[in-house]
């Protein structure tokens, strides 16, 4: 079953669940650094080794889960950088549907389907711009798919640049999906290790 199996697990700092940080106050340097820099990449890459060992693929399907303090908030924002980091699903904990910053926040640019072997994803939040690196698969006749929030770029603002392995165009069906395709005068052969580079920047 390792073809068919999704390992399932979750992320909280323990620190700031065992001294929680009070009111509006932010997370203090120490406690910033001991999650952001050594347990949250501890927790992402205790995942690679284990699916290194069983197989199959991995799903962060809780993290978050917190109020709207600016704590939460830069937890909240580490986790997504971080799935982007290491190229992970995710699944948000917490009742917020109608709570349109928390939505915005979690609204983001990703790359549901990638026709190839994915390199780096990064969606930077403060300058909503995204960056997908992948080796192009020419064998693979679906295309690469980029989601694009509404909530981000409203009325489609927003320019899609890629580089000359690559072409694009919109979804006829979705306004919200960017197409993705080798561009068949460079990528010639599946033996060819090129890279395909996409960039999404907003123009308002």
């Not at 982007?84 to 609204?107: C, M, V």
């Not at 290790?193 to 308002?204: C, D, L, N, R, S």
């Amino acid at each position: 079953y390792r073809n068919r199996s999704v390992l399932s697990y979750h992320y909280y700092c323990i620190i700031l669940s065992v001294v929680p940080v009070p009111g509006n106050s932010t997370i203090p340097i120490f406690d910033r650094v001991l999650c952001d820099d050594v347990e949250g990449p501890a927790v992402f890459s205790s995942v690679e080794i284990d699916l290194a060992q069983i197989g199959g693929s991995s799903f962060l399907t809780e993290f978050g889960g917190c109020d709207e303090s600016p704590t939460c908030d830069e937890q909240l924002d580490w986790g997504l950088d971080g799935t982007d980091e290491f190229l992970q699903s995710w699944a948000y904990w917490g009742n917020y549907f109608d709570h349109e910053p928390t939505i915005k926040r979690l609204s983001r640019v990703y790359a549901r389907a990638i026709a190839g072997k994915p390199l780096s994803m990064q969606y930077i939040a403060s300058q909503r711009s995204f960056y997908l690196s992948y080796y192009v698969d020419p064998t693979i006749k679906q295309p690469t798919e980029i989601y694009v929030s509404p909530l981000q770029y409203p009325a489609q603002s927003f320019n899609v640049t890629v580089n000359r392995a690559l072409k694009w165009t919109m979804d006829p069906s979705n306004a919200n999906i960017i197409l993705v395709q080798p561009n068949e005068q460079f990528v010639k052969s599946k033996y060819q290790a090129v890279i395909g580079v996409v960039e999404v920047h907003p123009t308002m």
